[in-house]
Nanobody
């Protein structure tokens, strides 16, 4: 059974930092891109960042460029999202996802259960 398990999110003040991780298990993820979506209250789920298997292809949403950094450890089947300079607009449930290819579409094959990130002003 494939599982993507995100680390616990949390509450952070504006301007602060938080690091999320997502550990995948249940199959080999060789060749799979991994990444993150988020969904704020009353809004659609939106793409945040993705990283290809080898790590050579990285994509970010414009809203997080320069503040968030995605990385992965293939030996651990784990993807990370370092979030800096957080602001209240980053408040959302963050979902880890995985899919074959170089990025993750909204219809990604595998999803985590989501973790809440709240940024206070």
């Amino acid at each position: 059974q494939v599982q993507l398990v995100e680390s616990e999110g949390g509450l952070v003040q504006a301007g602060g930092s938080l690091r999320l991780s997502c550990a995948a298990s249940g199959r080999t993820f060789s060749g799979y891109a991994m990444g993150w979506f988020r969904q704020a209250p009353g809004k659609d789920r939106e793409f945040v960042a993705s990283i290809s298997w080898i790590g050579g292809r990285i994509f970010y949403a414009d809203s997080v460029k320069g503040r968030f950094t995605i990385s992965r450890d293939n030996a651990k089947n784990t993807v990370y999202l370092q979030m800096n300079s957080l602001n209240p607009e980053d408040t959302a449930v963050y979902y880890c996802a995985a899919d074959s290819g170089i990025t993750i579409p909204p219809t990604a094959k595998y999803w985590g259960q989501g973790t809440q990130v709240t940024v206070s002003s």
